[in-house]
């Protein structure tokens, strides 16, 4: 069946540090990947999403790269701010009108100034 | 409303009592998702609904949990007879378009967070 598999955390950074939280994936055929976000006390947020191989999904300063070969779905951002603080989830949804979104565990980062 | 309102925010039931979780989506939206969240965990599908019709319900843990959309807008998902490992966060979330495709983004209430004791 489809699954994320996300780094676990949590992460701790400095402020301005750089940023990667691993995402792979398996699922059959050619889903749509996400991530999305949750601030403290706050719903989840849609962060980024790439519908195909080799596109790039970016957003306030985050990106992630579709790599179908490696079936990986990296978020990276260059330089961290204390307002990142949240838990991060990577998600998949198999290219079906119907289908779920299936979702890793998540991956809380802190950021510290 | 602005956005995905969920009702109560937090519930403390006693074990065996019955609970029901109220999702009002995005006025128009006419896909409707109930998740559940563990602590610890990511949201895991439950339910899905088109308008007033229930697609798919593959994710519901046990003939315990019902939900319904009788008017394709509010959805209440109920828990007969909860158990301690009923507690978690469940999430309801709503879309314009149908299921999951491309272009579709998913809006998600804050949840509604189950205790039981």
């Known amino acids: 069946g489809n699954s994320v598999t996300q780094m676990e955390g949590p992460v701790t950074l400095s402020e301005e540090a750089f940023l990667t939280i691993n995402c792979t994936y398996t699922a059959t055929g050619y889903p749509s990947l996400f991530w999305y976000v949750q601030y403290p006390g706050e719903g989840l947020q849609l962060l980024l999403k790439?519908?195909?191989?080799?596109d790039k999904g970016s957003n306030k300063g985050f990106e992630a790269t579709y790599r179908k070969e490696t079936t990986s779905f990296h978020l990276e951002k260059g330089s961290v701010q204390v307002s990142d603080s949240a838990v991060y989830f990577c998600a998949l949804s198999a290219y079906s009108g119907n289908t779920p979104l299936v979702f890793g565990k998540g991956t809380r980062l802190s950021v510290i100034a | 409303g602005a956005g995905v309102s969920q009702s109560p925010r937090y519930k403390v039931a006693k074990r065996g009592q019955d609970v029901a979780l109220r999702c009002d989506p995005i006025?128009?939206?006419?896909?409707l998702f109930w998740y559940q969240q563990a602590l610890g965990q990511g949201p895991e599908f439950l339910t899905y609904f088109q308008n007033e019709a229930q697609l798919d319900k593959s994710g519901l843990p046990s003939d315990r949990f019902f939900a319904e959309r009788p008017e394709g807008s509010v959805s209440t998902l109920k828990i007969q007879r909860t158990q301690q490992e009923d507690s978690a966060v469940y999430l309801c979330a709503s879309s314009l378009a149908q299921g999951t495709l491309s272009g579709n983004t998913i809006y998600f209430g804050e949840g509604s967070w189950l205790t039981v004791v």
């Open positions: 790439a519908t195909k191989a080799d």
């Open positions: 006025s128009g939206h006419v896909s």
